[in-house]
């Protein structure tokens, strides 16, 4: 299996390649150069997650020097469960992507990455250094994903003041290979410092993992196909999912997991107050701006790098129109959401879910059957919109509260390349 650029001139490489690589040389974005095609019946008898992962991931490794550890590799990166509930009185099933280590669905790709990288890496007498600016979740994902693995290093950058301080402890709570720099600025400072170090050319080897990467994105279709096949066995129907969605990376994955054949009907995206999608689903005019702060702050993008997958998968507008629908929920719908369903279910959402949420209670032609609503986050992580809006203490999951409880360690730097150049 080749891989390749979105964008045209560039030579086709294997998941490997892609995946060091993170972008094609032509600044586009790598993606499968044929489909595999299942059915549900090669998926018969199978119950675990690591085991659909096996079998939908194997097309992608062939002829690539990681293709003997796939069956590793999946069972590292699926160690923990991702349950699928009906939500009695809602008329939708939610499918809970937050029982992993930090809490968010990111913990899937970035503990696949981690797993690929290290096996790639580990013959290298020439460690590696992954650079990642983050906003909140990635940065989390991917420190406690790499922890510990021998021959990588990573470097988190994030803004200062502008994390929760449950998402800071987990960016700075490992120690070790993970140094996390919380520099005096926005998310953009942080980013600018990544792209000033790889264009730096320093005498080190630089990596990224943000969620461009494509090895963050195939292990994704990993949970739509398990969710549909689970959602076929109790119903005999296909499964439609409500994603909420900011770059674009966990709803690309469920159209992957669709054009391969899985039972799935519907897609639809819901964004919060960022709207570029839904703007360019109803015009055809695909109008990126600046990003806008919002409640559900993992969201908040202006420029959502994989609809460039998108467009590549439905080259005319009119069929990509076809296959994704997109819906925007303001502050205020996301707010009621969080405060009626508790109130009247017992149910909790994070902010990033009550966007999806609202999109099924509202739009008529959403609220059908055998629709599955995606929780992207524990309510816990985002306490500090939540609680009040509650007025109660929401209870954390264990595998957070253990990293609440570790100590900190991170170095405060300006916005500057320099200062951050010395420690590199
Ligand atoms: C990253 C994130 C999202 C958005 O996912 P994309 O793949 O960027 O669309 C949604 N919810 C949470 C909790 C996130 O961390």
């Known amino acids: 299996m080749k891989f390749h650029s979105t964008r045209p001139g560039d030579t086709p490489v294997t998941l490997g390649e892609a995946i060091t690589r993170g972008l094609a040389a032509n600044g586009g974005l790598f993606v499968p150069s044929t489909w595999p095609q299942f059915n549900r019946?090669?998926?018969?008898?199978?119950?675990?997650?690591?085991?659909?992962?096996?079998?939908?991931?194997?097309?992608?490794?062939?002829?690539?020097?990681?293709?003997?550890?796939?069956?590793?590799?999946?069972?590292?990166?699926?160690?923990?469960?991702?349950?699928?509930?009906?939500?009695?009185?809602?008329?939708?099933?939610?499918l809970e992507l937050f029982h992993g280590p930090t809490a968010a669905f990111k913990d899937v790709g970035a503990r696949f990455l981690a797993a690929?990288?290290?096996?790639?890496?580990?013959?290298?007498?020439?460690?590696?250094?992954?650079?990642?600016?983050?906003?909140?979740?990635?940065?989390?994902?991917?420190?406690?994903?790499?922890?510990?693995?021998?021959?990588?290093?990573?470097?988190?950058?994030?803004?200062?003041?502008?994390?929760?301080?449950?998402?800071?402890?987990?960016?700075?709570?490992?120690?070790?290979?993970?140094?996390?720099?919380?520099?005096?600025?926005?998310?953009?400072?942080?980013?600018?410092?990544?792209?000033?170090?790889?264009?730096?050319?320093?005498?080190?080897?630089?990596?990224?993992?943000?969620?461009?990467?494509?090895?963050?994105?195939?292990?994704?279709s990993v949970y739509y196909a398990a969710a549909s096949l689970w959602h076929w066995r109790e119903t005999g129907q296909s499964a439609s999912f409500i994603v909420p969605t900011g770059n674009l990376g966990n709803a690309v994955a469920a159209v992957w997991a669709r054009h391969m054949g899985l039972p799935i009907e519907r897609i639809v995206l819901a964004t919060n107050a960022n709207r570029v999608i839904p703007d360019f689903l109803a015009t055809g005019d695909w109008q990126p701006v600046p990003s806008i702060a919002t409640l559900a702050s993992a969201m908040d993008v202006g420029?959502?790098?994989?609809?460039?997958?998108?467009?590549?998968?439905?080259?005319?507008?009119?069929?990509?129109?076809?296959?994704?629908?997109a819906y925007t929920v303001?502050?205020?719908?996301?707010?009621?959401?969080?405060?009626?369903?508790?109130?009247?279910?017992?149910?909790?959402?994070?902010?990033?879910?009550?966007?999806?949420?609202?999109?099924?209670?509202?739009?008529?032609?959403?609220?059908?059957?055998?629709?599955?609503?995606?929780?992207?986050?524990h309510p816990a992580k985002f306490e500090t919109v939540i609680e009040p809006l509650i007025d109660t203490a929401i209870e954390i999951p264990p595998a957070l509260s253990r990293l609440l409880h570790l100590d900190s360690h991170l170095v405060s730097i300006p916005a500057d390349f320099s200062s951050f150049a010395r420690h590199l």
């Open 116 to 220: 690929v990288m290290h096996r790639l890496e580990h013959d290298n007498s020439d460690p590696l250094t992954i650079l990642v600016a983050t906003s909140g979740d990635t940065g989390g994902a991917v420190a406690a994903a790499f922890h510990g693995r021998s021959g990588i290093e990573v470097k988190v950058l994030y803004p200062a003041g502008m994390v929760s301080p449950r998402q800071e402890k987990q960016l700075t709570c490992w120690g070790g290979n993970v140094a996390a720099f919380r520099v005096d600025g926005a998310f953009d400072d942080c980013q600018a410092l990544v792209k000033q170090a790889f264009a730096a050319g320093l005498d080190r080897r630089l990596s990224s993992a943000n969620s461009i990467n494509i090895g963050r994105l195939l292990p994704q």
């Open 330 to 377: 303001n502050d205020d719908c996301i707010r009621k959401q969080i405060v009626d369903d508790y109130r009247d279910y017992g149910e909790l959402w994070c902010p990033h879910t009550a966007t999806a949420v609202h999109v099924f209670d509202n739009e008529t032609d959403v609220a059908t059957d055998n629709m599955i609503v995606v929780a992207t986050a």
């Open 41 to 94: 019946s090669d998926f018969a008898r199978v119950e675990t997650l690591p085991e659909v992962a096996r079998i939908l991931l194997a097309p992608f490794f062939e002829g690539d020097s990681l293709q003997p550890h796939l069956p590793d590799i999946c069972a590292e990166s699926f160690s923990f469960p991702i349950p699928l509930r009906p939500v009695d009185g809602k008329g939708f099933s939610i």
């Open 303 to 325: 420029d959502p790098s994989n609809m460039e997958r998108l467009r590549d998968l439905y080259k005319e507008f009119a069929t990509l129109r076809q296959h994704v629908d």
